[in-house]
């Protein structure tokens, strides 16, 4: 019997809305499967066996999968080899509703999901999200133009995106020098000829061509249409800045979240950066209209998303939900906060950031392993982990 094959897109469909009843059968190791798994707000029964159980004790292994042969069965393995082992034994053991994952974990590590979040005017705003690492991205189209917001490395999704839409990729704009994620922007440039906007202060060591951005400096498309606004915002990073679309909508990298605000500990200068954040929080984000739509670069749990799956709130909702954050009024106390909450970056995060500078190029295989995993850029939310 062939083993039918799922996409990390069908997944993404079944655990997103509900009505779609199985299980998820993980049979990575116990350590991959701890550092990365898939996670989905209507993901209800997930097990995780390793493959290496299945070859050592294919009884008891066999045995911790639901007793139901009706039951639906999906399977994830690292690079879908395990995977079509495992099923191949579910079948001669009486499953019938058996797939694994096309091409393992990393294909939905690298999914993008597009979410409309506004047609306003003549252009169309996205949210892409990134569940693999729960992480947002965002396009915005006018005519036939489209800029792109903190891309991912998978460059082939936008640029598919825009000609599905009639559109080329004509800048990409970096809210900060990522350290969670490799960036797209160097390789959608060089495929494109988008233009790559991001702070001096973040990337003067940058080993590529990019435009300085100036705070409050506005950006527009070749055919008018909404304004971007850039609006600096250092604190997370000394460079970071957020984007103002259309006075409505502000893409705020990993500056605000839904359910928290950024580590400013990423650099090793915890106290120095606290202070900038502080600054942020009290003078550009205090000025700000609480209607403005928020567009975060991550979220934390499937529990921030709104009714439509998306993860975007206004900014006195978010102000209200992270009270003890935007109550705090002093900057010693503030510092402390982020004291408290410090824990261990990922130590792969240091080479990330060289590669987001285009300071080390390493390959393809390695770019996917340093690229694979949930992110830990909240200031509060993870328990510490030191």
């Not at 499953?95 to 990393?106: A, H, N, Q, T």
């Not at 000609?163 to 900060?176: Q, R, S």
Request: net charge negative.
């Amino acid at each position: 019997m062939e083993i039918e094959a799922y996409k990390a897109e069908d997944l993404f469909e079944w655990i997103t809305r509900e009505g779609h009843d199985f299980t998820l059968l993980d049979v990575r190791n116990d350590e991959e499967f701890g550092r990365f798994k898939v996670e989905g707000p209507h993901l209800s029964k997930m097990i995780n066996i390793p493959y290496v159980e299945f070859i050592e004790k294919e009884e008891e292994s066999v045995a911790k999968v639901p007793v139901s042969k009706d039951e639906k069965i999906r399977i994830v393995c690292a690079k879908e080899g395990s995977a079509k082992y495992v099923a191949e034994i579910l079948v001669n053991n009486g499953w019938s509703d058996v797939k694994i994952l096309e091409g393992g974990i990393k294909t939905w590590g690298n999914m993008l999901a597009p979410k409309l979040v506004a047609s306003d005017d003549g252009y169309k705003l996205y949210q892409f999200i990134r569940p693999g690492k729960a992480s947002c991205s965002y396009g915005l189209l006018y005519e036939d133009e489209m800029v792109v917001f903190d891309p991912s490395r998978n460059t082939g999704f936008y640029q598919n995106f825009a000609k599905e839409n009639g559109c080329k990729v004509v800048k990409t704009f970096e809210t900060h020098l990522q350290a969670d994620y490799i960036s797209g922007s160097k390789q959608l440039s060089l495929d494109t000829g988008a233009k790559i906007i991001g702070n001096e202060n973040d990337f003067k060591d940058a080993a590529f061509t990019y435009h300085l951005v100036g705070d409050q400096e506005v950006f527009r498309f070749s055919k008018g249409g909404p304004e971007i606004k850039a609006i600096h915002m250092p604190g997370h990073t000394p460079g970071s800045t957020s984007y103002l679309i259309d006075s409505q909508y502000l893409v705020t990298g990993d500056t605000l979240f839904i359910l928290s605000i950024g580590r400013p500990d990423l650099g090793g200068k915890a106290e120095e950066w606290s202070k900038l954040l502080y600054n942020t929080l009290k003078t550009k984000i205090a000025q700000l209209n609480n209607d403005i739509v928020i567009l975060p670069g991550h979220y934390m749990q499937w529990s921030e998303a709104n009714r439509d799956q998306m993860f975007v709130d206004r900014l006195g909702s978010i102000k209200n939900k992270n009270a003890d954050i935007y109550g705090i009024d002093s900057e010693p106390d503030f510092i402390q906060f982020i004291k408290h909450n410090m824990r261990r970056q990922p130590e792969v995060y240091a080479d990330i950031r060289k590669v987001n500078a285009g300071l080390l190029e390493p390959d393809d295989e390695e770019q996917e392993i340093m690229d694979l995993g949930k992110n830990e850029c909240a200031a509060s939310m993870y328990a510490q982990k030191k």
